[in-house]
């Protein structure tokens, strides 16, 4: 069972390479988009603390902003 | 009810989405794998070289459908003058060329043991690797150009010319006589793939659907924040 899984009458290594070549290429879109996500979003809490305290009420005021600034999962 | 579309009313939603999508994602993937790999059948013809099949097919699909998709954006985003639509499109793209890549790669991969050539330069697997030129022209334009104006323009006039090779890659191996088979699945015809292949076709479909879902989610987040970051900037 476990070899006809793997070696699958000789075309295992044909079938198993485009499984991993697609799962790998979906690793390295999902880390890729995820650091371009951490990285602006850190870059916009960064430059949000650094405002002065009317500049940030005001900024507050846009709901999309709190809504940055609530979610912090990474993804 | 264009106003739905303003990014503070749809951030609230994508913003808390990804992470119930990765979820689902990696459910149905789980199954779809399952399915791919041990349960459906080996085919009479091509042996177990058929589920290759169950990667190569749902990523050649949603391909064509994503840059359909980036197209009717980018014209409609054109003539109705939403910027909105510029942004959807453009996250739209990432995953729409690593599906592209993907249903070349698996292709070539699958040519080997069925046509014993990894590469032929037949109308079907050629008109892909246009598509995929499309997909890197549309993409480079978006880091090239700053002037907004510009770069929808430019990007809208690409998928536009991009566009016409869709129907010639779906027609191709009825037009011309090319090594890649005819399409065993019609949505108005019987389709010639027997049921313990379709299901776990249409699992993996649904799965590649999710994951390009996913990354467009992920992408359009970081598409908003950039733009507040510039916002920002400003005050």
Known sequence: MINEIFLMNGYGVYVWSSFLFTLLSFLSLYVVINIQYVKEKNKFISKFGNLNSERAASAKLQNINKEILSNSSNI | ?235
């Open chain 2, 1 to 235: 009810m264009f106003k739905l579309f303003e990014p503070n009313k749809i951030f609230s939603i994508t913003s808390k989405a990804p992470k119930y999508v990765l979820l689902l994602f990696i459910i149905v993937l789980s199954v779809g794998l399952t399915e791919a790999l041990i349960l459906s059948p080996e085919d009479y013809k091509q042996s177990h070289s058929v589920r290759i099949m169950y990667v190569h097919v749902p990523a050649a699909w949603i391909t064509l459908g994503i840059f359909s998709a980036i197209t009717l954006l980018s014209v409609l985003g054109y003539i109705i003058k939403i910027k909105n639509f510029f942004l959807i499109a453009k996250s739209l793209a990432p995953s729409g060329f690593v599906f592209n890549i993907v249903a070349l790669v698996t292709g070539s991969i699958w040519g080997k043991p069925t046509w014993g050539t990894w590469w032929a330069w037949d109308a079907r697997i050629t008109s892909m690797l246009i598509l995929a030129l499309f997909y890197g022209m549309y993409l480079l334009s978006w880091r090239i150009y700053e002037n907004k104006e510009k770069v929808f323009k430019i990007t809208s006039i690409i998928t536009i010319l991009g566009i016409i090779n869709v129907p010639i890659i779906k027609y191709s191996v009825d037009w011309w006589n090319t090594l890649h088979q005819p399409a065993s699945i019609n949505i108005f015809t019987k389709s010639s793939i027997h049921t313990s292949m379709l299901f776990p076709l249409l699992i993996m479909t649904a799965a590649f659907a999710l994951f390009s879902l996913l990354i467009f989610l992920m992408k359009y987040n970081t598409e908003l924040i950039k733009i507040k970051n510039k916002g920002l900037d400003r005050l």
